[in-house]
């Protein structure tokens, strides 16, 4: 529930935690009705990158790059750059394969976006890193759906993906299946 921002509390000492706590919880219980909360790590200089996916009800999944969503005001979206600028390309791969072992690991079939937190503090990766290795990222969610940002991916991969969706929804595999032939 929430969104937006909604709720946030930034606790930077122990002693600090259960006031905290407490008033996300009163104002959880006045929006949402719920006093159920979420605790996540603080990320100093984060970037938000979002990952377009697509999968089929044959197996077939890949990932059409990212989206950037770093430039923010208020937690909402200001600016989504395609493809993300600096972004190096070990990193770039294993979000995208996280991103498509996310969807096929709940049997997901259709358009989404599968969004991450990326630790700009950590160490940047070796050539050789496996997927899940750091440098960190971490999971916010998935978007089951096209998300109205989508015309940025169509733009920089020349694919119509509302033509790639409606394909899946009529039971066809997707037209692009390899990874590599991803423009």
Known sequence: MGGGGKGMRLVRDESEFLSALESCKRESQA????????LERYLVHPRHIEIQIMADAHGNAVYLHERDCSLQRRHQKI????????LPLDIRR???ETAVKAAKAVGYVNAGT???LLDTTTTQ??????VGASPDFY?????TRLQVEHPVTELITGQDLVEWQLRVAAGEELPIKDQDDIP
């Open 139 to 143: 999971f916010c969610e998935m978007n």
């Open 79 to 86: 600016i989504e750059e395609a493809p993300a600028i600096d």
């Open 114 to 116: 599968v969004e991450f």
């Open 94 to 96: 294993l979000m995208g």
């Open 125 to 130: 990766p070796s050539p050789s890193m496996d």
């Open 31 to 38: 929006a949402f009705g719920d006093t159920n909360v979420i």
